[in-house]
């Protein structure tokens, strides 16, 4: 089992950056695949990044891509995502996720069997 915070959000210009952080405990932290994922007011929880337990291999929304990198530390138990050019369509509330095994439906919220409480972030126009 896993447990995850996360961290860093907060209130942000549009163009500005951010960096969120998910820490997570146990020492299986390496085994597990994770994915962002966001939900804003009134609409589902849509995916936003994901990346393998060995980071070799990440995955983006179209909506993201170009702007966010996913990224993780194994040895700090913690997984990443830097947000650069924010929009005000970004503003949602961020969750990290974790998977054993991240396959074809990853942008799915219910393949994820660990999930941690959330992070706000507010991009202003």
């Known amino acids: 089992q896993v447990q995850l915070l996360e961290s860093g959000g907060g209130l942000v210009q549009a163009g500005g950056s951010l960096r969120l952080s998910c820490a997570a405990s146990g020492r299986t932290f390496g085994r597990f695949c994770m994915g962002w994922f966001r939900q804003a007011p009134g609409k589902e929880r849509e995916f936003v990044a994901a990346i393998s337990w060995s980071g070799r291999s990440t995955y983006y929304a179209d909506a993201v891509k170009g702007r966010f990198t996913i990224s993780r530390d194994n040895a700090k138990n913690t997984v990443y995502l830097q947000m650069n050019s924010l929009k005000s369509e970004d503003t949602a509330v961020y969750y990290c996720?974790?998977?054993?095994?991240?396959?074809?439906?990853?942008?799915?919220?219910?393949?994820?069997?660990?999930w941690g409480q959330g992070t706000q972030v507010t991009v202003s126009s």
């Open positions: 996720a974790a998977v054993s095994i991240l396959g074809t439906d990853y942008q799915n919220p219910s393949m994820y069997n660990y």
